[in-house]
């Protein structure tokens, strides 16, 4: 039995009571001092502590309950390797207030998350939270980034398997390479400016590109800039050079020599740089109507008997049963549609007639916009048999995607000063091709005083001389 406990006072060393006091002195039970379960390493009074409060100071000086571990000051539940005071407060650090160095606050630092004395600052709650790198926080960003990843890599893949899919499908379509494509020379340059031409054959047989009139010849003019397309119809008995100096309606020279040859005459005689082209048979019209579910045509009596009337002949060569209308404002079908931009024989002729098949061409774009790029590719699919272009398949998707950024500007016809002459079995006559060659350059490109080049000059000079129309 030790001395202690001769002394009546077990494991103690000092004055006091039972079990005090563990490397220490003082006096009490279990402590140093004079209250119970005080101070491990210590010096002080109270229980477990070094100072005036409960359960107070391993390793430290200080008062306060709960307080102070290896560090100094007072406090409830205080400074863990800091000094200060306050309840709950101060892990490494210091400063003085309830659940801080400042309220709630302070994690290896000095300030709160928002200023000196703000409650819930410094870095998130981490005098509580506080992380250390590979904690829950960096592995919560981690499994963010790669659900992010993930989301990407799987767009990625969708649009491999879309273009894919498009390239596939487009190439489809009939495609001719225009690899002699004539420009003026001293022709100035439509920088700027994309150039192109929407071709409408009678194609009974089903061939785009050889043994078909042009009936439609419709110059489109994207501005790249401000993405606005005009729209020009050249009429298609205008009496031009064919290119070979021989001098025939316009459109003949797409029988004859097909889309790149009637480019060419475009070019050579209007001082153009049309580099592509799309031809479209009268099955392309039906289809593309039907698609997008009729357009809105208000179509007065004089023209009701022709579209009835065309309709025979439109379900003879496309197979799409007729629908006979009656006047007023309606929404036509394919077939009804087609029949309506064929009329030439109402008051204005063929001069109406483009008139007729520019206002169509708007309702198809206003429509097309309208709706997503996955319609506009079915669309395209469905037509392709009906449908030959110069255009590559990029281009073409870019086009397509692009649709609801493009905007329809002003549309004419040309020529705009004109006459008629009995020869080559009445054709247009541009009265003055040099002078209406300066007017289209000013409506599509802004071109004020365009001087047009000694090739127009010598075209109109020919003309002049053939027709003595002016």
């Not at 989301?151 to 499908?169: D, H, N, P, S, T």
Request: net charge neutral.
């Amino acid at each position: 039995m030790s001395d202690n406990r001769k002394d009546g006072n077990r494991n103690q060393n000092g004055q006091g009571s039972q079990n005090r006091n563990w490397q220490g002195n003082g006096g009490g039970q279990y402590q140093n001092g004079q209250d119970q379960y005080q101070n491990w390493q210590g010096s002080g009074q109270g229980p477990y502590q070094n100072g005036q409060g409960k359960y107070q100071n391993w390793q430290g000086n200080g008062g306060g309950q709960y307080q102070n571990w290896q560090g100094n000051g007072g406090g409830q539940y205080q400074n863990w390797q800091g000094s200060g005071g306050g309840q709950y407060q101060n892990w490494q650090g210091n400063a003085g207030g309830q659940y801080q160095n400042g309220q709630y606050q302070n994690w290896q630092g000095n300030s709160p998350y928002r200023g000196p004395q703000g409650g819930y600052q410094n870095q998130q709650y981490q005098e509580n939270y506080g992380q250390q790198p590979g904690g829950p926080v960096k592995r919560q960003k981690k499994k963010k980034r790669k659900k992010w990843l993930f989301i990407i890599e799987i767009i990625i893949l969708l649009i491999l398997a879309l273009g894919l899919f498009l390239f596939v499908r487009l190439g489809r379509m009939d495609r001719m390479s225009l690899k002699n494509i004539l420009t003026n020379e001293g022709t100035a340059a439509q920088t700027g400016y994309q150039n192109f031409v929407i071709y409408g054959v009678d194609s009974r047989e089903g061939d785009l590109t050889k043994d078909s009139h042009s009936d439609t010849i419709v110059i489109c003019s994207l501005n790249k800039k401000t993405k606005e397309i005009k729209m020009v119809s050249v009429y298609r008995d205008t009496y031009l050079d064919n290119t070979n100096g021989e001098y025939r309606k316009a459109t003949e020279c797409y029988y004859f020599g097909g889309p790149e040859r009637s480019i060419n005459m475009l070019n050579k005689n209007l001082d153009l740089d049309i580099t592509d082209y799309v031809t479209v048979n009268f099955n392309a019209v039906v289809e593309l109507v039907d698609l997008l579910g009729g357009i809105d045509i208000d179509v007065t009596e004089e023209e009701v008997q022709w579209v009835n009337g065309y309709q025979v002949e439109n379900e003879q060569v496309t197979g799409a049963a007729m629908e006979p209308i009656s006047a007023g404002y309606q929404t036509l079908n394919g077939t009804q549609t087609l029949a309506y931009c064929r009329i030439r024989y109402t008051d204005g002729y063929d001069y109406k007639r483009t008139e007729r098949q520019r206002l169509v061409l708007e309702k198809i774009f206003e429509k097309a916009k309208s709706m997503g790029l996955p319609t506009l590719l079915s669309l395209v699919d469905t037509m392709l048999p009906s449908i030959s272009t110069s255009f590559s398949n990029a281009e073409l998707i870019s086009l397509a995607t692009g649709i609801t950024g493009y905007k329809l500007g002003e549309n004419a016809g040309f020529p705009f000063e004109k006459t008629t002459a009995s020869i080559n079995n009445d054709c247009v006559i541009a009265v003055g091709l040099a002078d209406n060659v300066s007017r289209l350059h000013d409506f599509l490109f802004g071109t004020t005083g365009y001087v047009p080049s000694g090739t127009v000059q010598s075209i109109d000079s020919e003309i002049q001389y053939q027709t003595g129309a002016y």
